[in-house]
């Protein structure tokens, strides 16, 4: 719930069942907008009639596209105030300057956790310059890396941690920090998929890692804002609305099914959130208590300042792996494998098990088709302090808002409101911050000037569970995988099933089965998913066959795009705010998807299996490994500064 730690997905029956459909992003639904837009191409239209245009156009896409928009539009019409809030009043700045961004966030944005917690006060760590051999080694610096270093080097093991950029800078650093065991994608479903017994697990285990991240933050003294408080799960339309009562029905029988597996939930048909004082009436909802939030960010620097202390742990950032293997053999305890990672400056980490904590593992395919790639978009927006109760709330639509509040100063609090998903690199991202600027300021009238603006990268499992545990066919490389936009609590439980896992601990046995990266079941009973899935990604194939560009001098400063000559490779383009052109192959490295350009990150995204790749090229999302190559000297000399080797 959260952005990756991200919130996304279905909350309840409706949206599960539009998941399954195949998503189809008509031909007109990438439109003409200002030259920095997703697509480039000469435009004069204002921001606010192109705005217009694409409402008109999205509200015409397939009735077959799984994120159905037309039961949300019916009546919140999003972009008929656009001029309201002018946005250059109200948003914040986008962009950084600091050549080296790229290596502290996956985007040019930031979010809101650097207001307390500046890059500048993460940890730092040396890159790798020698082989090494350890007990375990853990790849990816994020909740599950660290989580999962923390779980083993208590219990004695000897860790090393690998990172490609800097700490934190992956999905975890751009959460919105939502801790929970009420899931986005409802029990109801759940149980669909892994029978109730398989439900209770997941609530079980999920609520543990709650817990547990307040347990360790008392036990280390980290101050976080760690504090319990209700989760509210309302309808998405007003009373009154003839789409109102049905959901509402669907909310009591997910309440219902909680309080089966043991949840503390109830309904409660005159639940209105303080604070929320606009015209809008969407009261009554369901109500989950003792759930929590906290800082992210500060939580986990308490964590690795805590890792830096202690005699069994390294971290080495900056240090890119690029391959993970299993070496020699073992049959019924004969013989003996081991796991040797290769990194990208030609060093070796030999260990005994490895760990990828990456959000997505650097492989080919197997868990990759499993999984759906998604991202979400998040403001903090200034309340002042008090005005608005302290709590979760999710709306229940199929791209569902999920809002809580985080500390901003002595007078105002940041209410932090996300939403508004789409598959990665297949639409348009820079309206999305407007439609949740609209959706809040309808809601609490009372909110002030935007702050801050991200996005994150979301998940997706097909069967509504996470991938924890051995990789498909191996016996040394455990996976974690799949967040569904609960990645914080994922993260954490990883932690503790992974270690049980090394350690040959059967405590969690249970959940071992419900995670487990080679299940059967619920995959086959997510098959029209799976195979509606597979055909929508390669039909994003297409792009070889179309350019966002036909020449480099449409680019605005500070834009990119993708140039597809018929002659020659795609080429994606980057002009800097300078005038200067960097060019680099438009090939994912992963299976040469076309990758797109996302003007709200400024980064290139690929629209196959989401890969993500920064203006300069550097990849900050796999399942690719590596950069995009450069094709000029320019983009040669970006990728070095922007990774610091200038």
Not at 244 to 260: G, R
């Amino acid at each position: 719930m959260a952005l990756s730690t991200l919130s996304l997905s279905s909350r309840t029956t409706v949206r599960a069942i539009q998941r399954k459909l195949v998503t189809k992003q008509s031909a007109t639904s990438r439109l003409s907008l200002p030259l920095c837009s997703d697509v480039i191409r000469p435009s004069t239209t204002p921001f606010a009639a192109a705005y217009m245009h694409t409402f008109s156009l999205r509200t015409n896409t397939s009735s077959s596209a799984s994120r159905n928009l037309s039961p949300r539009l019916q009546f919140f019409p999003r972009y008929s105030q656009v001029n309201k809030f002018p946005l250059a009043a109200t948003m914040a700045t986008v962009a950084s300057s600091n050549p080296q961004h790229t290596m502290q966030t996956s985007g040019a944005t930031d979010s809101v956790w650097v207001h307390k917690v500046p890059y500048n006060q993460y940890p730092k760590f040396h890159t790798l310059d020698r082989d090494l051999e350890t007990d375990v080694a853990v790849i990816g610096a994020g909740i599950s890396g660290i989580t999962t270093a923390y779980e083993l080097v208590r219990r004695g093991k000897n860790v090393v941690m690998l990172e490609a950029r800097d700490v934190l800078s992956g999905e975890t650093g751009r959460t919105s920090g939502h801790l929970t065991n009420d899931l986005d994608d409802g029990f109801v479903e759940i149980a669909k998929k892994h029978g109730e017994g398989g439900a209770k697990i997941a609530s079980e285990s999920h609520a543990w890692a709650r817990d547990r991240i307040g347990q360790i933050a008392q036990e280390l003294g980290i101050e976080c804002e760690y504090r319990r408080l209700p989760a509210y799960d309302i309808s998405q339309f007003p009373v009154g609305h003839e789409k109102h009562d049905k959901e509402i029905e669907e909310l009591k029988q997910e309440t219902e099914m909680q309080k089966k597996i043991g949840m503390h939930t109830r309904f409660d048909p005159n639940l209105k959130v303080k604070g929320w004082t606009g015209e809008i009436d969407q009261r009554g909802g369901m109500v989950v208590d003792n759930q929590a939030t906290f800082h992210p960010t500060q939580y986990l620097i308490g964590v690795l300042n805590w890792l830096k202390q202690q005699p069994n742990f390294q971290c080495y950032t900056r240090t890119r792996v690029m391959s993970v293997a299993e070496k020699g053999v073992e049959v019924l305890g004969l013989g003996h494998k081991t796991v040797e990672i290769q990194t990208e400056n030609g060093h070796t980490v030999k260990a005994e098990n490895a760990v990828e904590a990456t959000c997505v593992p650097l492989q080919k395919l197997s868990v990759i088709t499993e999984l759906e790639y998604y991202r979400s978009y998040c403001i903090a927006i200034r309340v002042p302090k008090g005005s608005v109760e302290d709590c979760l709330l999710y709306d229940n639509a199929e791209e569902y808002k999920y809002v809580r509040l985080t500390a901003c100063d002595d007078k105002d609090d940041y209410l932090v409101v996300g939403g508004c998903d789409h598959k990665v690199g297949q639409e348009e991202t820079t309206p999305r911050f407007a439609e949740l600027e609209q959706w809040t300021r309808e809601r609490f009238p009372q909110a002030g000037k935007i702050d801050y603006q991200w996005s994150g990268q979301i998940f997706e499992p097909v069967d509504y569970m996470g991938f924890i545990g051995k990789n498909q066919g191996c016996d040394k490389i455990y996976i974690v995988t799949g967040d569904s936009g609960d990645g914080l609590t994922h993260g954490t439980l990883a932690g503790k099933l992974i270690a049980d896992e090394i350690e040959g601990n059967t405590a969690t046995s249970d959940w071992a089965t419900l995670y487990a990266p080679n299940r059967k079941g619920s995959i086959l009973k997510s098959l029209p998913s799976l195979i509606s899935h597979d055909l929508q990604i390669n039909a994003q194939y297409k792009r070889f066959l179309q350019t966002d560009i036909t020449d480099i001098e449409d680019l605005a400063p500070g834009c990119g795009g993708v140039l597809n000559p018929k002659t020659k490779k795609p080429m994606a383009v980057y002009k800097d705010e300078n005038g200067q052109v960097h060019t680099y192959s438009a090939l994912c490295p992963h299976l040469k998807g076309v990758v797109c350009w996302n003007s709200a990150e400024k980064s290139f995204d690929c629209p196959v299996h989401g890969s993500r790749f920064s203006k300069e090229g550097i990849c900050m999302s796999g399942p690719a490994k590596a950069n995009l190559s450069p094709m000029d000297k320019g983009g040669e000399v970006d990728q070095r500064v922007a990774v610091g080797a200038e």
